[in-house]
C-alpha cells in the first residue's frame, strides 16, 4: 500500500485547507484510515480517523469543530478539511492506513495501529 498525502501549503490564521491522501494497494474500502501531524519541536499526533465505511469518526479535541475527515471510497481517497486554522495547526500532516479491521476510540489514536503512513505534507499557518 502506498499513500500520496497532498494540499498542504501556507494559508493565514482563520483560513481553510484541504488535504487530500491517495491511496493505492490494497481494497481501500476495508481499512481505517487516520491523520496525524508533527509541529516544529514536537511529537507526532493524532488528528482524525475515519473507518473504512465512513460512518465513524474520530478527533482530537484540539481540532474538533474545525476540521472534517471524510473518504471517498471509489477514488480511494480520504480528505481532512481543515477551517479556522491557527498558528498552531502549522505542522506536517501524515496520512496513514489501519489494516487491523478494528476501530476504536483508544486505537485510532494509537500511531502503532497503523501499518503504512505517506510522505506528509507540510501546512504552515501565519499569522
Known amino acids: 500500500v502506498q499513500l500520496q498525502a497532498s494540499g498542504g501549503g501556507l494559508v493565514q490564521a482563520g483560513g481553510s485547507l484541504r488535504l487530500s491522501c491517495a491511496a493505492s494497494g490494497g481494497t481501500f474500502s476495508s481499512y481505517s484510515m487516520g491523520w496525524f501531524r508533527q509541529g516544529p519541536g514536537k511529537e507526532r499526533e493524532f488528528v482524525s480517523a475515519?473507518?473504512?465505511?465512513?460512518?465513524?469518526?474520530y478527533y482530537a479535541d484540539s481540532v474538533k469543530g474545525r476540521f472534517t475527515i471524510s473518504r471517498d471510497n471509489a477514488k480511494n481517497t480520504v480528505y481532512l478539511q481543515m477551517n479556522s486554522l491557527k498558528p498552531e495547526d502549522t505542522a506536517v500532516y501524515y496520512c496513514a492506513a489501519d489494516f487491523s479491521g478494528t476501530f476504536t476510540y483508544t486505537g485510532a489514536r494509537a500511531q502503532r495501529e497503523y501499518d503504512y503512513w505517506g510522505q506528509g505534507t507540510l501546512v504552515t499557518v501565519s499569522s
Open positions: 475515519i473507518n473504512w465505511g465512513g460512518t465513524l469518526r
